[in-house]
């Protein structure tokens, strides 16, 4: 949540800076956040702003908030209100598919028009410094022996930590709909659960756990992306301990239903040639995001893939039915 | 002694002069921003953070320890004056404040808080320098059966300020709780009570409820029986200043306030709202004018504004010796900390040392400038209650929709706001207590959540509550808190039979 | 009112919060029936809601007596006016936010019914006085705060 809020003098002084290069530049954009300010992303709508504006490749960008239950409110507004509109952008990610199945939102992702993704950060699972379980095989067997005893922490119901929880369970060849998975309310509760040795294994965004990795309170049991990270080349995969798993907590970029082919090209172009920009690099790299850009069909058929896995997690895991 | 000169090395660093007025525009900044009604500490720290960035790292630092205590204090001052709390840690302070305010004896309420709200940030910040590494230890261990034992612990004890009326008092509770029922479950992530209106997903927001209740609520009221009993609003009686015997009648508050408050706020779950209501029963059972409470008593104001501070300290423990990020607060200030290359955890006291000491010593002095800013404005804020009253409580609206609409703009919220306010106006008319509802609306989710995390790590076995020292401890002082009174009551009766 | 024909005994508020609550407590009761997921360790979403529901029937049957017996504390009269024109600024409040009017005129509604309700009698001076200061507060929220409040055909001038 707080990244993107100390970007925001960065933005404003960027913002100012941008109106002098970007001189030739037409493109009136507004991008919706359907988070709070300062959420992720809020923080990824507002990085936006400072890319294209200081990059020229928009004239203006306008950031709104709209918050609430898990960006579908957000998403609902955007789907009624914004339609046809081409110079209208949405912010969107992993989480907002999980949640519009849980909440059993109106709308849905296949109501909006993909335009691109944009970043991604690697999951990882760690646990406690003096728990038994040293690789991903250790608790993978102890996942398939009894479900119940190995207890999960990590984020929201059905948000991206508790869905990876149960593909885990099922990539190992355990009983996913048995995990006994355990919310808790922002990064620091489930830290605090796993260092006082209160549950068996955590999940969440490698950057979450990263300082009690390093000061060795934590081990790494795996990293859910396809190579090893860059930041923590000691850190194996998930994969290089036998665990068929690759789950990237994704954002993108959409735009409203509606839209003409024309509006569409101009709407992806800007994207790419924002996302290829080295403003949008060098931001990248203060906030430690991954650059994860996608375009155009493959974007549409990824997300639709991702909205199948997750559609078919959930039910799994009992969240919906 | 390490830790001392390390302390004193940080203090040499940040006395120069222009640390000290970065510490001064710190605290006035945040102040300013923080008065705003619904912008709570959180959001004026998240708002006013970038301006810090321009600065070297010592500046930044100072500036931001000042912007900090200068949004505390700032909620508290709209919790007294117009009785809008900002946060749910205010929500004790605005109980007594705002009726001392209306009583002419803002200044000494507001005073009180500012002093309190130094005592307990010193006290606290010495122990944050001197005792984290030990104190983030115990934390830790804290699991979810201790939290719900402490949160029962918490109930039990608020129960003791309902007023005449046990009955009443309990239906407040209990449809505080209900109220918290609203929304999506956290562990499962079903949604309850929502009706189908997606805005209800979120649940009820705790400052749509508490201002709903009491600024709105209390506007209507008074409106009401405006010809009847007109309510005289004195900007000040007596003293401006804290009389001789409101120190004495504070200085205890403010000490009991910090020990509730430090510890509490430490754990990583502990917050803020439990210390404050701890803080305001205590002080209601041991106030020698107990019939003051509920018309303006000093204590109420000065304990729970010294637990809300010293619980902001707490929560740093956790944050700097383990980058546990526990409030929304903090959870910015950590973001905060890594833009000016601090980066909380286990490692940064052995690699950072000045730096942190750096930053421990700004909070002292962002504190005591906090109080030397703060002290000359009183006179200026309790004359706000002089303005004609028609127009103060056309003003109290005006910001009570501002508070609603910035923390979300929807027509829902603003119609909870209204209903909210007429349930409250409803409430004061058959003597109903309103804060127990919002103790409910805090406590319950809280409570819930917990019980149902410990059992799901026992499996369902419920004596896991008794099995583990704290939370059988905590629960037995709940037990005695609860049986207690009857005993006693019971036991004076039959002495006044044997006579 | 019923309340001071003490032969029949029934004080009416009573009675209905009396009411009020044993709805309540069947509304609970009837969400949590209707949840499908239950959690598959400890105990799932409804228990809490079960909970809340038999204390709100229990608070509502001790309503119910009473009701019966002392009834609750009898309120005094009410100036109805006032109460109206505060009610009335409230949901034109939340009427203007909802139909697109914007925040400054809103807070000219809300600001110049509740001095009305208050006893002013100059809606009009009061309504300017709404408008500055819905206008200073959109000002400091929009350009120096960077939140947005809902806007409207006054806000776009700025």
Same mark, same amino acid.
């Given at each position: 949540?707080?990244?993107?809020?100390?970007?925001?003098?960065?933005?404003?002084?960027?913002?100012?800076?941008?109106?002098?290069?970007?001189?030739?530049?037409?493109?009136?954009?507004?991008?919706?956040?359907?988070?709070?300010?300062?959420?992720?992303?809020?923080?990824?709508?507002?990085?936006?702003?400072?890319?294209?504006?200081?990059?020229?490749?928009?004239?203006?960008?306008?950031?709104?908030?709209?918050?609430?239950?898990?960006?579908?409110?957000?998403?609902?507004?955007?789907?009624?209100?914004?339609?046809?509109?081409?110079?209208?952008?949405?912010?969107?990610?992993?989480?907002?598919?999980?949640?519009?199945?849980?909440?059993?939102?109106?709308?849905?992702?296949?109501?909006?028009?993909?335009?691109?993704?944009?970043?991604?950060?690697?999951?990882?699972?760690?646990?406690?410094?003096?728990?038994?379980?040293?690789?991903?095989?250790?608790?993978?067997?102890?996942?398939?022996?009894?479900?119940?005893?190995?207890?999960?922490?990590?984020?929201?119901?059905?948000?991206?930590?508790?869905?990876?929880?149960?593909?885990?369970?099922?990539?190992?060849?355990?009983?996913?709909?048995?995990?006994?998975?355990?919310?808790?309310?922002?990064?620091?509760?489930?830290?605090?659960?796993?260092?006082?040795?209160?549950?068996?294994?955590?999940?969440?965004?490698?950057?979450?756990?990263?300082?009690?990795?390093?000061?060795?309170?934590?081990?790494?049991?795996?990293?859910?992306?396809?190579?090893?990270?860059?930041?923590?080349?000691?850190?194996?995969?998930?994969?290089?301990?036998?665990?068929?798993?690759?789950?990237?907590?994704?954002?993108?970029?959409?735009?409203?239903?509606?839209?003409?082919?024309?509006?569409?090209?101009?709407?992806?172009?800007?994207?790419?040639?924002?996302?290829?920009?080295?403003?949008?690099?060098?931001?990248?790299?203060?906030?430690?995001?991954?650059?994860?850009?996608?375009?155009?069909?493959?974007?549409?058929?990824?997300?639709?893939?991702?909205?199948?896995?997750?559609?078919?997690?959930?039910?799994?895991?009992?969240?919906?039915? | 002694?390490?830790?001392?000169?390390?302390?004193?090395?940080?203090?040499?660093?940040?006395?120069?002069?222009?640390?000290?007025?970065?510490?001064?525009?710190?605290?006035?900044?945040?102040?300013?921003?923080?008065?705003?009604?619904?912008?709570?500490?959180?959001?004026?720290?998240?708002?006013?953070?970038?301006?810090?960035?321009?600065?070297?790292?010592?500046?930044?630092?100072?500036?931001?320890?000042?912007?900090?205590?200068?949004?505390?204090?700032?909620?508290?001052?709209?919790?007294?004056?117009?009785?809008?709390?900002?946060?749910?840690?205010?929500?004790?302070?605005?109980?007594?404040?705002?009726?001392?305010?209306?009583?002419?004896?803002?200044?000494?309420?507001?005073?009180?808080?500012?002093?309190?709200?130094?005592?307990?940030?010193?006290?606290?910040?010495?122990?944050?320098?001197?005792?984290?590494?030990?104190?983030?230890?115990?934390?830790?261990?804290?699991?979810?059966?201790?939290?719900?034992?402490?949160?029962?612990?918490?109930?039990?004890?608020?129960?003791?300020?309902?007023?005449?009326?046990?009955?009443?008092?309990?239906?407040?509770?209990?449809?505080?709780?209900?109220?918290?029922?609203?929304?999506?479950?956290?562990?499962?992530?079903?949604?309850?009570?929502?009706?189908?209106?997606?805005?209800?997903?979120?649940?009820?927001?705790?400052?749509?409820?508490?201002?709903?209740?009491?600024?709105?609520?209390?506007?209507?009221?008074?409106?009401?029986?405006?010809?009847?009993?007109?309510?005289?609003?004195?900007?000040?009686?007596?003293?401006?200043?804290?009389?001789?015997?409101?120190?004495?009648?504070?200085?205890?508050?403010?000490?009991?306030?910090?020990?509730?408050?430090?510890?509490?706020?430490?754990?990583?779950?502990?917050?803020?709202?439990?210390?404050?209501?701890?803080?305001?029963?205590?002080?209601?059972?041991?106030?020698?004018?107990?019939?003051?409470?509920?018309?303006?008593?000093?204590?109420?104001?000065?304990?729970?504004?010294?637990?809300?501070?010293?619980?902001?300290?707490?929560?740093?423990?956790?944050?700097?010796?383990?980058?546990?990020?526990?409030?929304?607060?903090?959870?910015?200030?950590?973001?905060?900390?890594?833009?000016?290359?601090?980066?909380?955890?286990?490692?940064?006291?052995?690699?950072?040392?000045?730096?942190?000491?750096?930053?421990?010593?700004?909070?002292?002095?962002?504190?005591?400038?906090?109080?030397?800013?703060?002290?000359?404005?009183?006179?200026?804020?309790?004359?706000?209650?002089?303005?004609?009253?028609?127009?103060?409580?056309?003003?109290?609206?005006?910001?009570?929709?501002?508070?609603?609409?910035?923390?979300?703009?929807?027509?829902?919220?603003?119609?909870?706001?209204?209903?909210?306010?007429?349930?409250?106006?409803?409430?004061?008319?058959?003597?109903?207590?309103?804060?127990?509802?919002?103790?409910?609306?805090?406590?319950?989710?809280?409570?819930?959540?917990?019980?149902?995390?410990?059992?799901?790590?026992?499996?369902?076995?419920?004596?896991?509550?008794?099995?583990?020292?704290?939370?059988?401890?905590?629960?037995?002082?709940?037990?005695?808190?609860?049986?207690?009174?009857?005993?006693?009551?019971?036991?004076?009766?039959?002495?006044?039979?044997?006579? | 009112?019923?309340?001071?024909?003490?032969?029949?005994?029934?004080?009416?508020?009573?009675?209905?919060?009396?009411?009020?609550?044993?709805?309540?407590?069947?509304?609970?009761?009837?969400?949590?029936?209707?949840?499908?997921?239950?959690?598959?360790?400890?105990?799932?979403?409804?228990?809490?809601?079960? $909970?809340? %529901? @038999?204390?709100?029937?229990?608070? =509502?049957?001790?309503? &119910?007596? #009473?009701? *019966?017996?002392? /009834? +609750?504390?009898?309120?005094?009269?009410?100036?109805?006016?006032?109460?109206?024109?505060?009610?009335?600024?409230?949901?034109?409040?939340?009427?203007?936010?909802?139909?697109?009017?914007?925040?400054?005129?809103?807070?000219?509604? $809300?600001? %110049? @019914?509740?001095?009305?309700?208050? =006893?002013?009698?100059? &809606?009009? #001076?009061? *309504?300017?006085? /709404? +408008?500055?200061?819905?206008?200073?507060?959109?000002?400091?929220?929009?350009?120096?705060?960077?939140?947005?409040?809902?806007?409207?055909?006054?806000?776009?001038?700025?």
């Amino acid at each position: 949540m707080l990244k993107s809020i100390l970007s925001r003098g960065a933005v404003t002084a960027l913002a100012l800076a941008g109106l002098t290069t970007a001189a030739f530049a037409q493109l009136e954009l507004k991008i919706m956040a359907p988070a709070a300010p300062g959420g992720g992303w809020d923080g990824t709508a507002r990085s936006m702003q400072q890319a294209l504006t200081a990059s020229g490749i928009a004239k203006s960008v306008q950031v709104n908030n709209v918050n609430g239950a898990g960006g579908t409110i957000g998403l609902a507004q955007f789907v009624n209100g914004a339609k046809g509109d081409g110079s209208q952008l949405m912010v969107n990610g992993f989480v907002m598919v999980g949640a519009i199945l849980l909440n059993k939102s109106p709308v849905n992702l296949s109501q909006v028009t993909p335009i691109a993704r944009l970043t991604a950060e690697a999951q990882v699972i760690v646990v406690p410094a003096d728990s038994p379980i040293k690789t991903a095989k250790d608790l993978a067997d102890r996942v398939k022996a009894d479900p119940a005893k190995v207890t999960w922490a990590g984020g929201s119901a059905g948000g991206v930590d508790h869905i990876m929880a149960a593909l885990f369970a099922g990539a190992v060849g355990g009983d996913a709909t048995k995990i006994n998975y355990i919310p808790f309310s922002g990064g620091g509760e489930a830290l605090a659960a796993l260092l006082g040795g209160r549950v068996t294994a955590g999940i969440s965004g490698y950057g979450e756990f990263e300082g009690q990795i390093k000061a060795g309170k934590l081990r790494v049991v795996g990293v859910s992306s396809g190579a090893r990270l860059p930041n923590a080349p000691d850190a194996p995969t998930l994969k290089e301990g036998g665990v068929n798993l690759e789950v990237l907590n994704w954002r993108s970029v959409v735009a409203p239903p509606g839209i003409t082919a024309e509006q569409r090209k101009v709407l992806a172009d800007a994207m790419e040639k924002m996302a290829k920009s080295k403003e949008w690099a060098e931001i990248l790299k203060a906030r430690g995001w991954d650059d994860a850009y996608l375009g155009g069909a493959e974007f549409e058929a990824f997300l639709k893939a991702e909205d199948a896995r997750v559609g078919k997690v959930l039910r799994d895991v009992g969240l919906v039915k | 002694m390490d830790t001392f000169n390390a302390l004193m090395h940080g203090f040499s660093v940040a006395i120069e002069p222009s640390k000290l007025l970065f510490a001064l525009v710190g605290v006035f900044l945040g102040t300013a921003v923080g008065v705003l009604p619904g912008i709570g500490p959180a959001l004026t720290v998240a708002l006013l953070l970038p301006v810090t960035f321009k600065l070297d790292p010592a500046g930044s630092l100072i500036m931001f320890a000042g912007i900090y205590y200068g949004g505390m204090y700032g909620g508290s001052t709209t919790a007294i004056l117009i009785n809008a709390p900002g946060e749910s840690a205010s929500l004790a302070t605005a109980l007594e404040g705002s009726k001392m305010a209306k009583a002419g004896r803002g200044g000494p309420a507001l005073a009180t808080s500012a002093i309190g709200s130094f005592v307990a940030g010193t006290i606290a910040t010495l122990g944050l320098a001197f005792l984290a590494p030990w104190l983030v230890e115990v934390a830790v261990k804290f699991g979810p059966w201790d939290y719900f034992a402490l949160m029962i612990l918490a109930f039990v004890t608020v129960s003791a300020t309902f007023g005449d009326s046990p009955l009443r008092g309990i239906t407040s509770l209990a449809i505080g709780v209900t109220l918290g029922l609203i929304g999506i479950d956290r562990l499962t992530g079903q949604a309850r009570l929502t009706f189908g209106v997606p805005e209800l997903l979120d649940g009820v927001e705790v400052t749509t409820l508490a201002v709903g209740l009491f600024a709105v609520g209390e506007a209507l009221y008074v409106a009401s029986k405006r010809f009847r009993d007109p309510e005289e609003i004195v900007p000040i009686k007596g003293s401006l200043w804290m009389t001789k015997e409101d120190w004495k009648r504070s200085w205890a508050p403010w000490l009991r306030g910090t020990a509730f408050g430090f510890p509490i706020g430490a754990l990583p779950a502990g917050g803020a709202e439990v210390p404050t209501f701890l803080s305001y029963s205590t002080e209601k059972k041991l106030c020698k004018y107990p019939d003051e409470f509920g018309k303006g008593a000093i204590e109420g104001v000065a304990g729970p504004e010294a637990a809300n501070n010293a619980s902001a300290a707490g929560t740093l423990v956790p944050l700097l010796t383990l980058g546990l990020p526990t409030s929304a607060t903090a959870a910015i200030m950590l973001a905060g900390f890594q833009q000016y290359g601090l980066n909380p955890g286990p490692l940064l006291f052995a690699e950072r040392p000045d730096l942190v000491w750096g930053l421990i010593a700004s909070l002292f002095i962002a504190n005591t400038m906090l109080v030397i800013i703060n002290l000359p404005l009183i006179g200026l804020w309790v004359r706000l209650l002089a303005i004609p009253q028609p127009w103060l409580y056309a003003g109290i609206l005006v910001f009570a929709a501002m508070g609603t609409l910035a923390v979300k703009a929807s027509v829902v919220e603003l119609s909870m706001l209204f209903v909210f306010g007429f349930l409250g106006f409803l409430m004061r008319r058959y003597d109903y207590p309103v804060a127990p509802m919002v103790v409910g609306l805090i406590l319950g989710p809280m409570a819930e959540a917990q019980l149902r995390r410990a059992l799901q790590i026992s499996l369902g076995d419920p004596m896991i509550l008794l099995e583990n020292p704290g939370s059988a401890i905590l629960l037995g002082l709940a037990f005695i808190g609860l049986v207690a009174p009857f005993v006693m009551s019971g036991l004076n009766r039959f002495k006044a039979s044997e006579d | 009112m019923a309340s001071t024909s003490s032969a029949k005994g029934a004080d009416i508020p009573a009675l209905v919060v009396a009411a009020l609550l044993l709805i309540a407590a069947a509304l609970v009761a009837y969400d949590a029936k209707s949840q499908t997921i239950v959690s598959t360790y400890g105990v799932g979403p409804t228990a809490m809601p079960y $909970v809340v %529901s @038999a204390v709100l029937g229990v608070l =509502g049957l001790c309503h &119910l007596v #009473v009701a *019966f017996r002392e /009834g +609750l504390p009898k309120p005094e009269a009410v100036d109805s006016t006032a109460v109206l024109w505060l009610t009335g600024g409230l949901i034109g409040l939340i009427a203007c936010i909802g139909l697109g009017g914007g925040f400054i005129i809103a807070t000219a509604i $809300v600001f %110049s @019914a509740t001095a009305r309700s208050f =006893g002013r009698q100059a &809606l009009a #001076v009061d *309504f300017g006085i /709404g +408008l500055v200061l819905g206008l200073a507060i959109f000002l400091m929220f929009s350009k120096l705060l960077q939140l947005t409040l809902p806007s409207g055909p006054l806000e776009k001038l700025f």
